[in-house]
């Protein structure tokens, strides 16, 4: 069955450096768009960074020129590089995508599991 898997969250301090993967499993053909998302307590979900067909990327105004999104279809696996963090950055984190399945009835629309980023010193 296709699923996102989340992983690199994680505690760090400001200034800072993390790496987001969203690893596609299952029998995938291709992952022609993603997006990142994100929730602090108490605050509504933000689309944070996206990425389209053509590798068109845009990014929320807080974290331009910081954050980078990008696919790698070959290993089927999206990617959100967080630079020079700052503690409003704290969130979980959240990749959905687009998925393009071998499988006939298995492609659509995904949501990773969410991965927790604390950035604090």
């Known amino acids: 069955q296709v699923q996102l898997v989340e992983s690199g969250g994680g505690l760090v301090e400001p200034g800072g450096s993390l790496r987001l993967s969203c690893l596609a499993s299952?029998?995938?053909?291709?992952?022609?768009?993603m997006a990142w998302y994100r929730q602090a307590p108490g605050k509504q979900r933000e689309l944070v960074a996206s990425?389209?067909?053509?590798?068109?990327?845009t990014y929320v105004d807080s974290v331009k020129g910081r954050f980078t999104i990008s696919i790698d279809n070959v290993k089927d696996t999206g990617y959100l590089q967080m630079d020079s963090l700052k503690p409003e950055d704290t969130a979980v984190y959240y990749c959905?995508?687009?998925?393009?399945?071998?499988?006939?009835?298995?492609?659509?629309?995904?949501w990773g599991q969410g991965t927790q980023v604390t950035v604090s010193s």
């Open positions: 959905n995508a687009h998925i393009i399945a071998v499988l006939a009835g298995q492609g659509g629309n995904y």
């Open positions: 299952g029998r995938i053909f291709s992952i022609p768009t």
């Open positions: 990425i389209g067909r053509g590798g068109v990327t």
